[in-house]
């Protein structure tokens, strides 16, 4: 019987879960859980600060998801080292575990810089877990001065969710724009006034280079008083258990399309990962949850017996605030088509032929419509483009592609 | 099991379904109070150009990618049918980047609605292909939907 | 333009309180009655455009929506009455003929309704359909005269070619052109499903329906359209069209506008050309040159199908069908003077030709009195409405009967007798493929196959009624019928006594 061995309990473990018994039945399987929770919605921590959703809610899967999968949680601790040829994990309190198969889900941590005085800073947080949003939650008054370091997708969620509950919200980024791993600059413009609209202030080329208690002196020399600071800037992936247990890594876990790292039967998923992206062909790390799921999933798949490719992988994004959706997907590099009108830009990005990347603002109906072609790599040339950039229309295939489309078993 | 299809051919563009659906859904137990006066934020929607029309809802995919990739949770597969828990889904709209049907759209409170086939209100069928004035959309089973 | 002397023919209801403004009436109206005021979000509509076709009607969601006659009318008078004016406005407008379609609609006697039917009582008992077999099966062609056997005394069982029913109704010929692709799929299908036939109408055959052939009559018409070797050979009969019962003595024009694409192709003629229907076969003025033309027919088929010859209930109708039945053909098929049409002069179809049952009897018993009805079988046509006519016609003398207006009006038709613009809502007379859409033919055969059945389940019920099994039985039995309300001169062209006699 096999005994499969999860280390994390995020989106990537929920996947590998049900991707193992979607082939084996029998074997056991344990999950290490760092977080003293059940596996929860972690993106939606910003919508738990809002009031959108509760604990409860942010379930990801029912409580009886464990049981009913026939896992083994271990709440509270880490892993910390894995031995190849004994096949065995170790935990923090060196209990050694024995695996047949074994997924590395470990996700990834705020990435914190070493700014000077930080260490006295009171009222600072991170904005990666549940706990991080009770905690803000706790503290956040009306009459709070927040300082959010990193304009990025964590950073500007965490203010979105606070704008009801504080007094003022302020962020600061290097980046000459919001938003900068995902959107260019008109787009990010477009976002950044939305988003003062909304009076979320912002000071961008400039970031926080020391802290006197609560202020912040920025690089610029101006003085920043706080009550409370996120530290939004960056997340890197956990790969340390696999980089000691001389694993190939990059910037994040090296996975094939097969999800195994370069180690005998250790597969890796989620958010600690780099893999290949379809829409450029290069490896990447796509930390997002569809693609952690999906990941996870391909791992148990594989672990409990199958073989199953995950080749389409690509980046998205779908991220809005108050009320002004973008979204993104593929890479968005080189020239562009564009689509615009009052209160919206779409940005399609064609190279040889074949869509490999977008980025909407305002209007999204039915985008998966072009992430199919990016990801169903379909060429320019069988659609109708002309149509489908001003409208994402399913009419824009031909009848005999729609047909497929609509008329049988997807 | 019995899914609803759309034979183009036949689409008029009459945008019924719509209404239907809306009606359907609506929990009202008159159209005219369901929907006169507002607008309508139904499960079906009618794509199409001058040439041809056609309705698009939800496939209800083998492996649904919106289950997949719903970052609340809140999209699951049950009895052949992908269902949204509108109690949990907060609207961020990754199902819509990634469904390559476009079948989802928020409803009137901005959170998302799908196509259930009916299976949720007091319609014995889908109200889409019960309202159909040309057998458009069709309710039945085909090769490899068992 | 100066003065319009025409106010509106309807006027369209709508209902405020129910209206949502989904607006499915501005997109199913071709004729752009209804119309969405975006500044005050209200539907709105221009009435002087509607037909009273009823589709806006029939789809309206919370059944918003009626269209009633309008009773602006001109001062009331017996003599010049509201239609008769109007027509003379637009004639005086336009110059033109005046243009209808559909049957007759002026308050002509219809003799069907001044016949009754017997039923058993007593001395002869009524059959019970359900546990009794009837039968209501029917063949057409020319009958042996008596039983015959050779040298060694075996019967000759050679018979002239026949067409098989499984009752005694067809579709009447309507054209590829004149009613659309799906129409003519619809009957094609529900024809094949029911066992019956229907008519390609001089339009030609799609080569889509060739596989239909079976249940097929294809007509020659004085326009020769779509005939060619295949073509004869495809049906299962080939009908002679002589004339028709909305327009007797006239021929028939589709405008070149109409005759693009598949139509063009199914008519052989070049797109955009006039369809021109001679009002004669130029090659028939008399009954032998008719005979040349059902021998040719038949020489090309070889002699394995019946050949129809269809002409217009006419006032020499009798003598008529005698040269006919002598002409060699195996099948006539008299149309009468409500019987239906895509487009007609209106003076002709309402004031040319005779009714249908009076047509009938006098041909059944001129063919009798001369000794060749069995050379030849009897189809009647010509607003034959419900199993009721069929039954009567069958025991006026006739061997079936051909329904056109039934089938189209099964098929969706609300008889707003506008066929002739082109833009029926319906999907029926029209070849715009926006509208041809609109008549899915899985509905529309089913509905046909639907109407063919229920017809079959009354006239078995009649014959039940009358102690009799088999719809044979009852040809010509017009002991069975009884006029009401009639003259002694109607019953006497009949052939029927009067009720109480």
Redesign the interface.
């Known amino acids: 019987m096999n005994r499969y061995i999860i280390i994390g309990n995020g989106t990537a473990a929920v996947g590998c879960i049900e991707g193992i018994r979607s082939n084996d039945s029998e074997g056991s399987i344990i999950v290490i859980s760092q977080e003293n929770h059940a596996v929860y919605c972690r993106p939606l921590i910003s919508y738990f600060l809002e009031d959108r959703t509760n604990i409860e809610k942010m379930n990801y899967r029912a409580s009886d998801f464990y049981q009913k999968s026939g896992c083994t949680v271990i709440y509270g601790k880490t892993a910390v080292k894995i031995d190849t040829v004994a096949k065995q994990v170790f935990l923090d309190d060196a209990t050694a575990l024995p695996y047949t198969k074994l997924c590395v889900a470990t996700g990834s941590s705020p990435f914190i810089p070493n700014f000077e005085g930080i260490e006295n800073v009171n009222n600072k947080f991170t904005f990666m877990t549940i706990d991080d949003a009770i905690a803000l939650k706790k503290t956040i008054t009306k009459e709070s001065k927040v300082l959010i370091i990193g304009a990025g997708l964590i950073g500007l969620k965490c203010a979105e969710g606070l704008h009801d509950k504080a007094g003022s919200i302020t962020v600061c980024d290097l980046a000459d724009r919001v938003l900068s791993s995902i959107l260019d600059n008109d787009c990010a413009a477009i976002m950044q006034k939305h988003l003062e609209e909304n009076n979320i202030s912002f000071l961008l080329r400039d970031t926080a280079v020391k802290f006197e208690k609560n202020t912040a002196i920025m690089k610029s020399g101006k003085k920043i008083n706080f009550d409370i600071l996120v530290l939004a800037v960056g997340v890197k992936p956990n790969t340390d258990i696999i980089k000691n247990a001389s694993g190939k890594i990059g910037r994040g876990i090296i996975v094939n399309e097969f999800m195994k790292t370069s180690l005998t039967d250790v597969y890796a998923a989620g958010d600690c990962t780099e893999s290949l992206d379809a829409s450029s062909e290069s490896m990447k790390i796509m930390a997002l949850m569809p693609n952690a799921y999906m990941q996870g999933h391909t791992a148990g798949v594989n672990m409990g017996g199958g073989n199953r490719k995950l080749n389409n992988m690509i980046p998205m994004n779908s991220i809005g605030f108050f009320g002004l959706h973008a979204m993104t997907a593929g890479s968005c590099f080189g020239e562009y088509i564009e689509e615009n009108n009052e209160g919206y830009v779409k940005r399609f990005y064609i190279n040889n032929g074949y869509l490999t990347g977008f980025m909407l603002v305002g209007k999204t109906e039915r985008a998966g419509i072009y992430t199919s072609l990016i990801r169903e790599k379909t060429p320019i040339s069988e659609i109708n483009f002309d149509m489908l950039k001003k409208v994402a229309t399913s009419a824009a295939f031909s009848t005999e592609i729609r047909k497929k489309k609509f008329g049988g078993v997807i | 099991m019995k899914l609803i299809y759309v034979n183009e051919?036949?689409?008029?563009?009459?945008?019924?379904c719509e209404?239907?659906c809306a009606?359907a859904n609506s929990g009202v137990r008159d159209?005219?109070t369901a929907?006169?006066?507002k607008p309508i934020f139904p499960r079906i929607h009618i794509e199409g150009d001058e040439k041809i029309s056609f309705a698009v809802s939800c496939r209800h995919c083998t492996d649904p990618i919106c289950v997949k990739s719903c970052i609340a949770g809140a999209i699951s597969k049950s009895d052949g049918v992908v269902r949204i828990d509108r109690e949990k889904c907060v609207g961020c709209l990754t199902c819509v980047l990634v469904c390559p049907f476009g079948a989802l759209s928020p409803g009137e409170d901005g959170i998302m609605q799908k196509c259930e086939l009916c299976i949720q209100n007091s319609f014995d069928e889908p109200a889409c292909v019960k309202?159909c004035?040309?057998?458009?959309i069709v309710y039945e089973e085909r090769e490899g939907n068992k | 333009m100066g003065v319009e002397f025409i106010y509106p023919e309807f006027e369209v209801i709508r209902n405020e309180?129910?209206?949502?403004?989904?607006?499915?009436c501005e997109?199913?109206c071709a004729n752009e009655v209804h119309f969405f005021n975006t500044e005050h979000s209200v539907m709105v509509s221009d009435e002087s455009k509607c037909v009273n076709c009823q589709r806006c009607v029939?789809?309206c969601?919370?059944r918003a929506l009626k269209i009633v006659k309008s009773d602006c009318t001109l001062r009331e008078n017996s003599n010049w009455e509201n239609d008769t004016i109007k027509e003379i406005y637009k004639q005086a407008n336009s110059g033109g003929v005046l243009l209808s379609s559909m049957g007759n609609p002026r308050p002509m006697p219809v003799y069907w309704d001044k016949i009754l039917i017997n039923a058993s009582q007593v001395t002869n008992p009524p059959l019970d359909p359900p546990r009794e077999p009837m039968e209501t099966r029917v063949f057409l062609g020319r009958k042996p005269e008596k039983i015959e056997r050779d040298e060694t005394d075996k019967l000759k069982c050679e018979i002239p070619p026949q067409i098989e029913l499984s009752m005694p109704v067809m579709f009447s010929a309507m054209s590829y052109g004149s009613i659309s692709y799906n129409a003519h799929a619809s009957l094609a299908r529900a024809a094949t499903e029911i066992g019956i036939l229907y008519n390609t109408g001089e339009g030609g055959l799609h080569e889509d329906f060739y596989r239909y052939g079976k249940n097929t009559v294809v007509q020659v018409a004085s326009g020769r359209f779509g005939v060619y070797k295949d073509y004869l050979e495809a049906g299962a009969a080939i009908e002679i069209k002589m004339g028709q019962g909305a327009k007797p003595g006239i021929g028939g024009h589709l405008p070149g506008a109409k005759i693009i694409g598949d139509v063009s192709k199914t008519r052989m003629i070049p797109e955009g050309s006039d369809a021109i229907s001679p009002a004669p076969h130029h090659d028939i003025y008399s009954i032998e040159d008719l005979r040349q033309l059902v021998f040719s027919l038949k020489e090309a088929t070889e002699y394995k199908k019946p050949i129809m010859v269809k002409v217009a209930a006419v006032h020499n109708i009798a003598a008529i069908a005698s040269g006919i039945a002598r002409s060699g053909a195996d099948i006539i098929a008299i149309d009468g003077f409500r019987g239906g049409t895509g487009a007609a002069p209106t003076r002709i179809r309402d004031n040319v030709g005779i009714p249908i049952e009076l047509a009938l009897a006098a041909v059944d018993q001129r063919l009798r009195d001369e000794g060749i009805r069995n050379n030849i079988s009897l189809v009647i046509g010509g607003s034959v409405r419900s199993s009721a006519d069929v039954v009567k016609a069958i025991a006026l003398g006739a061997d079936a009967c051909y329904i056109a207006t039934a089938a189209l009006l099964a098929l969706g038709c609300h008889l707003c007798r506008t066929c002739q613009s082109g833009k029926c809502n319906w999907g029926i007379a029209t070849q715009n493929p926006e509208l041809v859409?609109?008549?899915?033919p899985?509905?529309g055969s089913k509905r046909l196959v639907n109407l063919m059945n229920a017809w079959r389940h009354e006239i078995k019920e009649f014959m039940g009624g009358m102690g009799i099994n088999s719809i044979e039985a009852l040809r010509g039995n017009r002991l069975m019928l009884r006029g009401i309300g009639m003259t002694e001169k109607e019953l006497e062209i009949l052939g029927i006594s009067h009720a109480g006699e």
Request: glycine share 4%.
């Open positions: 051919e036949w689409c008029l563009a009459c945008h019924l209404y239907n009606f159209m005219v929907l006169k006066g309202g004035p040309n057998k458009a | 309180n129910r209206c949502i403004a989904c607006r499915v997109r199913q029939s789809l969601p919370t859409k609109r008549l899915n899985d509905i």
